[in-house]
């Protein structure tokens, strides 16, 4: 990319990343490339690509050029290195692990993760990785759960749906002090809102489908390396793939034994709607996050609502530190409700507000979270993450602050 448009705000150099890449005939959107075979004049270069010995496409499995031009975007919206495309967020987790881990290594996880994450780790334990499960909101607990096999630390910035705030710079540090890959999920924060790198992230997973996509139309997953993590340190990479640029191992690696092998691939269609839907990402992020706050001190000074849990307000445990590392709090936040009250009502008395699953999207969407996204996790490991019967997590989107606050007035009444 040229000097001018490296020095190009975050929304700028978003917008205009196709056209800087000089797309087919002067368009300015990636087309849609469906081919999933490419050819070569020269049969020689066909098998040099396969090979690795020179850049170009071989099978619509591995790459695409209407993807590589959503990678292309994600790393510069992550200020990384490069960038590798999945179908999902969860596909760009399993596949990252699967391609780095051994059996006898051991993974440190946030202790309030995701439930299909939290799911797939304890999947992990079945192929003879160990894991520990611990509070991240404070790095001597990430320090005390250390072995001499702990390969990765992984935490998601902001916890869902409890909104616990990762101590996600002293992690950094600590793993850049033992040589252990750091992996920060920005799901719930975006490129916008933060950037991983800037606290030495070594890989940062986001899930597409979520905010920057932004529109419930698309599934995608997208792991990016940061380039600060030494590659030539780590004993899990395969003789085959420590050739080139060091920096490019790990990646290299995730791209063959992962994408690859298990075939998680971004579809050209998808890549298509998650790059178009990106442009308007720092809009759609500040909006939201600002209905959020609002909405989340109406909730706050309610008397039918027990607690609110939202980073953005200053009784929440993290406040702080969600100050000093978030452009904003975002726009995820959980209520719960009093004891008298049944969340199945109240949803169904809601009517801006969407009864439905997923988050980052457009709407305002709201969930009852024992009873559906974190009901396989038992109430034991619930009560553990602070999640109760009445807990409604809510993606906070972009409509007018009114008629969200008129419409949780009328269902609470």
């Known amino acids: 990319m040229s000097s001018k448009s490296d020095a190009s705000g975050f929304t700028t150099t978003n917008l205009h990343a196709d056209r800087r890449d000089h797309p087919e005939h002067g368009v300015l959107h990636k087309p849609v490339h469906t081919s999933v075979a490419f050819t070569y004049d020269d049969a020689h270069d066909l098998a040099a690509v396969f090979q690795g010995k020179k850049p170009g496409y071989n099978y619509g499995r591995q790459q695409n050029p209407t993807v590589n031009a959503l990678q292309n975007r994600i790393t510069k919206m992550e200020q990384g290195l490069t960038s590798t495309a999945f179908a999902t967020g969860m596909a760009a987790i399993g596949s990252a692990l699967f391609a780095l881990l051994r059996p006898g290594d051991h993974i440190i996880s946030s202790a309030f993760l995701f439930g299909n994450t939290n799911s797939l780790l304890n999947s992990f334990r079945n192929f003879g990785i160990d894991v520990s499960f611990v509070d991240t909101t404070r790095v001597e607990n990430v320090e005390a759960a250390l072995t001499p096999a702990t390969r990765l630390v992984f935490t998601e910035t902001i916890a869902n749906p409890v909104t616990q705030v990762a101590d996600l710079k002293l992690i950094g540090q600590?793993?850049?002090?033992?040589?252990?890959?750091?992996?920060?999920?920005?799901?719930?924060?975006?490129?916008?809102?933060?950037?991983?790198a800037q606290v030495g992230a070594s890989l940062i997973v986001n899930s597409l489908t979520k905010y920057i996509g932004g529109h419930g139309n698309?599934?995608?997953?997208?792991?990016?390396?940061?380039?600060?993590?030494?590659?030539?340190?780590?004993?899990?990479?395969?003789?085959?793939?420590?050739?080139?640029?060091?920096?490019?191992?790990?990646?290299?690696q995730i791209r063959k034994k992962g994408l690859r092998d298990f075939g998680a691939t971004l579809g050209p269609e998808a890549a298509h709607h998650?790059?178009?839907?990106?442009?308007?990402?720092?809009?759609?992020?500040?909006?939201?996050?600002?209905?959020?706050?609002?909405?989340a001190e109406f909730c706050e000074s309610h008397p039918r609502i027990k607690k609110v849990y939202y980073p953005g307000?200053?009784?929440h445990p993290q406040h702080q530190l969600a100050r000093t590392l978030f452009?904003?709090?975002?726009a995820i936040m959980s209520i719960?409700?009093?004891?008298?009250?049944?969340?199945?009502?109240?949803?169904?008395?809601?009517?801006?507000?969407?009864a439905s699953s997923n988050l980052g999207d457009t709407r305002t969407l709201a969930i009852p979270v024992a009873h559906t996204i974190f009901y396989?996790?038992?109430?034991?490991?619930?009560?553990?993450?602070?999640?109760?019967?009445?807990?409604i997590r809510l993606s906070v989107g972009i409509e007018d602050i009114d008629d969200l606050l008129n419409d949780f007035e009328q269902a609470l009444k």
């Not at 452009?327 to 975002?330: A, D, F, I, L, T």
């Not at 996790?377 to 807990?391: F, L, T, V, W």
């Open 327 to 330: 452009r904003k709090p975002g």
């Open 376 to 391: 396989e996790m038992g109430a034991e490991r619930r009560a553990s993450m602070g999640i109760g019967d009445n807990m």
């Open 336 to 354: 719960d409700l009093q004891d008298d009250l049944d969340c199945f009502d109240f949803l169904n008395q809601l009517d801006c507000v969407i």
């Open 174 to 196: 600590l793993c850049a002090s033992k040589g252990i890959i750091y992996m920060v999920d920005n799901t719930m924060t975006s490129p916008w809102l933060f950037r991983p």
């Open 313 to 315: 307000l200053t009784t």
């Open 218 to 252: 698309a599934l995608g997953g997208m792991l990016t390396d940061t380039g600060l993590y030494d590659w030539e340190k780590f004993p899990n990479i395969l003789d085959l793939y420590r050739q080139g640029d060091v920096r490019l191992w790990g990646t290299t």
């Open 274 to 295: 998650l790059a178009v839907g990106s442009e308007t990402l720092p809009l759609r992020m500040d909006r939201a996050a600002d209905n959020a706050q609002r909405l």
